[in-house]
């Protein structure tokens, strides 16, 4: 949202092709499409359970598997592999609305809550007027506040 306000507006031609450094308001696909991505960030990678039963003496012991470049073409292969097999079962697994993972429905309802454009977007708290935004970033600086300074 600072991007889309405060860049400039200028379109550029370049071959033929219009464009500019202001890439216009954001919106609720384009904060979705973040969120997916910093999920898959976040979350560990499968394919290090395989190398480490490759590598531990325990198991299979084989020192191929400590090529970092084997280690990334695995890993890379196995994401490919898993959303190339989403993509093709979307229209049963993803598109059904019982089958939405619990852990996700409260992630759409947030991102849909501060998309949400409609005059609700106010409620009262102990007879006080607060805004969905605000009342967001109260329970996080108080979230933060008891994971960082209290038990």
């Known amino acids: 949202m600072a991007m889309a306000r405060w860049l400039p507006t200028r379109q550029y031609r370049f071959l033929g092709k219009t464009w500019s450094f202001n890439p216009g308001p954001f919106n609720e696909k384009e904060h979705m499409l973040i969120t997916v991505m910093a999920n898959i960030g976040l979350l560990g990678f499968y394919s290090s359970w395989i190398f480490e039963v490759q590598i531990l003496k325990v198991f299979f012991d084989q020192p191929s598997a400590r090529n970092r470049l084997y280690q990334y073409c695995v890993t890379l292969s196995m994401q490919c592999l898993g959303f190339g097999?989403?993509?093709?079962?979307?229209?049963?697994?993803?598109?059904?609305?019982?089958?939405?993972?619990?852990?996700?429905?409260?992630?759409?309802?947030?991102?849909?809550?501060?998309?949400?454009?409609?005059?609700?977007?106010?409620?009262?708290?102990?007879?006080?007027?607060?805004?969905?935004?605000?009342?967001?970033?109260?329970?996080?600086?108080?979230?933060?506040?008891?994971?960082?300074?209290?038990?």
């Open 85 to 151: 097999i989403a993509g093709l079962v979307r229209s049963c697994i993803v598109y059904p609305d019982f089958c939405v993972w619990p852990y996700d429905l409260p992630i759409i309802v947030l991102n849909r809550t501060l998309h949400d454009k409609r005059s609700g977007t106010t409620f009262t708290l102990f007879r006080r007027t607060v805004t969905r935004y605000r009342y967001l970033l109260t329970l996080v600086v108080l979230y933060f506040i008891w994971h960082m300074y209290l038990p």
